[in-house]
């Protein structure tokens, strides 16, 4: 009598960055070294792909945002319900973080641009 089912064939398991690991057996879970190696390598080029991006006007007003929220929050807490005064702190620090966050990461990227070229 023939055979009716088909020999399981391996997998290929793709990750976020794109790549696809083939491994031996799929039925297997890794053990914690090998676990623990693969989180090592998607750490390393999580943090190089966060390094090597450029700064933008968004992500600076967001930072802003969020520090002039903690500042609101503050000021509403220490000066006694003054929601006028907390809102124009708030706003007034907001319109300087926005600039200089942005333009203290583009410093910042710059740098480690040129030292990264010069690295190789």
């Known amino acids: 009598m023939a ?3 088909r020999k399981r064939r391996t997998k290929h ?4 960055a794109g790549t696809i690991e083939a491994r031996g057996r799929t039925g297997r879970p890794p053990s914690p070294a090998e676990r623990k ?5 998607t ?5 190089q792909e966060r390094l090597n991006r450029p ?3 968004k992500s600076s007003a967001q930072r802003a945002m969020l520090a002039a929220g903690f500042m609101f929050i503050f ?3 220490t000066d006694k319900g003054n929601l ?3 809102l124009i702190f708030a706003g007034f620090s907001m319109a300087i973080y926005v600039p200089a966050g ?11 641009q040129r030292k990264r070229g010069s690295a190789r």
Do not use: C, H, M, N
């Not at 398991?13 to 976020?16: F, K, Q």
């Not at 190696?37 to 390598?41: A, E, G, I, R």
């Not at 942005?102 to 480690?112: D, G, I």
């Open 37 to 41: 190696k693969q989180d090592k390598v």
């Open 13 to 16: 398991r793709g990750t976020a």
């Open 75 to 77: 000021l509403l807490i």
């Open 55 to 57: 700064p933008t006007w």
């Open 84 to 86: 006028a005064a907390a």
């Open 3 to 5: 055979q009716t089912k």
């Open 102 to 112: 942005f333009y203290l990461e583009s410093y910042l990227f710059r740098r480690r």
């Open 43 to 47: 750490r390393e080029q999580a943090q």
